[in-house]
């Protein structure tokens, strides 16, 4: 039986390093293991991130694929853009493909809180402000604690803080999610909204792409369809996308 698990979890492992070497794709664990056909299961998505450390982190900093991307969109390689590219993905960690969206959002609700009303927020006001069930969302704390986001304490009855140092979560893609799905049914997530823009337009012109996202600033959720280079859904309504940067 354990054999068995190995060779499943290595065919996750085997179809996400592949993923990776396509443009600008950072594709997940879960979502690996629901192309393939598996079941949600966290211990399982845990086993299969701890063995990705290593390739995770060597196969993403790679020149060639940003090249790719921007070739494949049609626009100039602008080498001062692809070393900018190149220094922020040296801070994409473990957790932009070990968690999954629910998990992000929880870990963004408790950041939120935490750093606006400067206490920890409860597992009930956290059920509530992402929309989930106590049960998922105690499950999500212990993913987050399992992780080092989360710390547990001596309180009766025991509960959870932020970590000393969690701030490290925060750097490069942090908890932000954007996930990609083409009318295939495939599903992948992106460094930024403004690739889906991109893939949308340039890639896949002829077909329907959709974009799950949330707002950079709050937990709220986001939903855009576009088809044909039109805009079809969008959820809210007016969804606004800004680019800033220096």
């Given at each position: 039986?354990?054999?068995?698990?190995?060779?499943?979890?290595?065919?996750?492992?085997?179809?996400l390093?592949?993923?990776?070497q396509?443009p600008?794709?950072?594709?997940?664990?879960?979502?690996?293991?629901?192309?393939?056909?598996?079941?949600?299961?966290?211990?399982?998505?845990?086993?299969i991130?701890?063995?990705?450390?290593r390739?995770?982190?060597?196969?993403?900093?790679?020149?060639?694929?940003?090249?790719q991307f921007?070739?494949?969109?049609?626009?100039?390689?602008d080498?001062?853009?692809?070393e900018?590219?190149?220094?922020q993905?040296?801070?994409w960690g473990?957790?932009s493909?070990?968690?999954d969206?629910?998990?992000?959002?929880?870990?963004?609700?408790?950041v939120v809180?935490?750093e606006?009303k400067r206490?920890f927020p409860?597992?009930?006001?956290?059920?509530?402000?992402?929309g989930?069930s106590?049960?998922?969302?105690?499950a999500?704390?212990?993913?987050?604690a399992?992780?080092?986001?989360?710390?547990?304490?001596d309180?009766?009855?025991?509960?959870?803080?932020?970590?000393?140092?969690?701030?490290r979560?925060l750097?490069g893609?942090?908890?932000?999610f954007?996930?990609v799905t083409?009318?295939?049914?495939?599903?992948?997530?992106?460094?930024?909204a403004?690739d889906?823009?991109?893939?949308?337009?340039?890639?896949?012109?002829?077909?329907?792409?959709?974009?799950?996202?949330?707002?950079?600033?709050?937990?709220?959720?986001?939903?855009?369809?576009?088809a044909?280079?039109?805009?079809?859904?969008?959820?809210?309504?007016?969804?606004?996308?800004y680019r800033?940067g220096?």
């Amino acid at each position: 039986m354990r054999g068995r698990t190995d060779d499943v979890e290595q065919q996750v492992i085997d179809h996400l390093l592949a993923e990776w070497q396509k443009p600008m794709r950072l594709t997940t664990v879960a979502q690996g293991m629901a192309a393939l056909g598996l079941a949600r299961d966290r211990e399982r998505r845990w086993r299969i991130g701890q063995r990705l450390r290593r390739p995770w982190r060597t196969s993403v900093p790679h020149t060639q694929r940003f090249e790719q991307f921007r070739t494949a969109l049609g626009l100039a390689v602008d080498q001062a853009r692809i070393e900018q590219l190149l220094q922020q993905t040296r801070e994409w960690g473990l957790a932009s493909i070990l968690l999954d969206e629910d998990e992000k959002l929880v870990a963004r609700s408790i950041v939120v809180t935490q750093e606006q009303k400067r206490r920890f927020p409860s597992l009930e006001e956290t059920a509530q402000s992402t929309g989930q069930s106590l049960e998922e969302v105690a499950a999500q704390f212990e993913m987050l604690a399992r992780l080092g986001v989360l710390a547990s304490t001596d309180s009766a009855p025991p509960g959870y803080r932020l970590a000393r140092g969690y701030r490290r979560f925060l750097k490069g893609l942090g908890f932000s999610f954007h996930t990609v799905t083409l009318a295939s049914g495939e599903r992948f997530n992106v460094p930024c909204a403004g690739d889906y823009i991109q893939l949308a337009s340039r890639l896949y012109p002829e077909e329907t792409v959709t974009l799950d996202d949330s707002c950079a600033h709050c937990v709220d959720r986001i939903h855009i369809a576009i088809a044909r280079g039109q805009l079809i859904e969008a959820m809210p309504e007016e969804p606004l996308f800004y680019r800033g940067g220096t």
